[in-house]
């Protein structure tokens, strides 16, 4: 009798763990399509990308009405090339070809800014562009400096 007690208690404790291991795992996918669902909700049409961007640098930069509208316009151009370079992403292509492409189109709009801006601005945009380099590369620094630790604070 005393040990088919133990062994019901056994399997009943063992039942629980079983079921409590699998139920994260659950939640976490379900959270991963929820994410999904929310960046497709979010994600902008490339009008409304532009629309942002000239008011954002408009706002920065003191622009004319008149490089207002000629931003405008390039802000535009370029978010739609963006985006169809985006939607192709999915086809079976070389990424090294998919990052030229959007290289290229980076440099064609830098081009086509300089012309739109005057010196005065476009000297404060490059500054600015290099200020946010540097932050970027510092956080990236930062945390190839503690990758070791974070996988040694996981095992």
Known sequence: ???FIAV???SVLMAGTTYAQQEPQ???????EQRGERVQKHRKS???MAAKRTEKL???YDLSKSQQRKLQALNLKHAQEKHALHANRGEARNHRSARGEMQASRARYEAELKDIM???QYAQYEADK???RARHDQKR????AHKGERQQHKS
Do not use: D
């Open 26 to 32: 659950k939640e976490r996918k379900q959270r991963t």
């Open 130 to 132: 290099a200020e946010k």
């Open 58 to 60: 408009t706002q920065k």
């Open 8 to 10: 019901l208690s056994l």
């Open 46 to 48: 490339p009008e409304e």
């Open 1 to 3: 009798m005393k040990k």
């Open 118 to 120: 005057n010196k005065k």
């Open 141 to 144: 620094e930062h945390r190839k």
